[in-house]
Structure formats: structure tokens, C-alpha cells
């Protein structure tokens, strides 16, 4: 595949990216325009019945939500979907959790979701960073 994600850069070749986008039909062959980029197939969630759920969706639900400093989603093997966050000291617990659960009700009714209080989050120590959503092996 070759990419230019940010602009005035020189496009490069990737290979084996692992990424989930959508490819617009073009019968310029071997020409493939690459639609919306939807994620690493690592990072996006199965919430079973055809639906997913990608980091970019996580940050729509949450990027008004203060009441946490930090939040994660896990995917069990079983499927089950939990969410982890650290809660800003300056709220009430249950209340979070209520706020929280409410948010995941208006966008995925048919998904339950399990939730977690965490005191801290670690970051993976092969890659340095820390991941948004995590499917379980």
C-alpha cells in the first residue's frame, strides 16, 4: 500500500499494515483509492451483531467526559466489553459509573458494559505507549 496520511509528506510503502479501511472501487488497475481508515484490525472492538468499536469512536463518547482522567476499553475472549477509568478525584464514584453507563446506553443499547475503577493504568513495555481499547487473548 502507499500512503501520504499527512500532507507535503513523501508517500512511502507499507506492507502487511493491518489496518481495517474501506476501498473505493476504481478500474484504474492496480490503482486502489483507500477510504476511511477505520483502524488496526488490533484496535477495534467486535460488539457482535456487525458493529465495532474504534479508538476514534471512544474519543466521540468521551472527550467531554472530565469526570475521569483516563479510561480504557477491554475485550474479554468471551466477547464480554469492559471499561476501565480512573476517576478525577473531584467527583463521586457512583455517579461516574451512572454518567458512564449512560453514554454507552445512548450509542450501544444491545452491548452490555461492564465497568472498573482502576487506581492507575500501565504502559505497555514492548511499545511505550498506553492503548485506548485491548482485546484479551
Do not use: C
Amino acid at each position: 500500500i502507499i500512503t501520504n496520511f499527512i500532507n507535503k509528506t513523501m508517500p512511502f510503502i507499507r506492507y502487511d499494515v493491518g489496518d481495517y479501511v474501506g476501498v473505493w472501487d476504481n478500474d484504474v488497475f492496480p490503482l486502489k483509492k483507500i477510504g476511511k481508515v477505520y483502524g488496526r484490525f488490533d484496535d477495534i472492538l467486535d460488539l457482535g451483531d456487525g458493529n465495532t468499536l474504534s479508538y476514534h469512536q471512544t474519543y466521540q463518547l468521551f472527550r467531554g467526559f472530565h469526570e475521569v482522567e483516563q479510561y480504557k476499553f477491554i475485550q474479554t475472549p468471551e466477547k464480554e466489553i469492559i471499561l476501565q477509568f480512573k476517576i478525577n478525584s473531584n467527583y463521586n464514584k457512583e455517579e461516574v459509573i451512572n454518567n458512564a453507563k449512560n453514554i454507552w446506553a445512548k450509542y450501544y443499547p444491545q452491548k452490555a458494559l461492564k465497568i472498573e475503577i482502576v487506581d492507575k493504568f500501565e504502559i505497555d513495555k514492548k511499545t511505550g505507549k498506553f492503548k485506548v481499547l485491548e482485546k484479551l487473548k
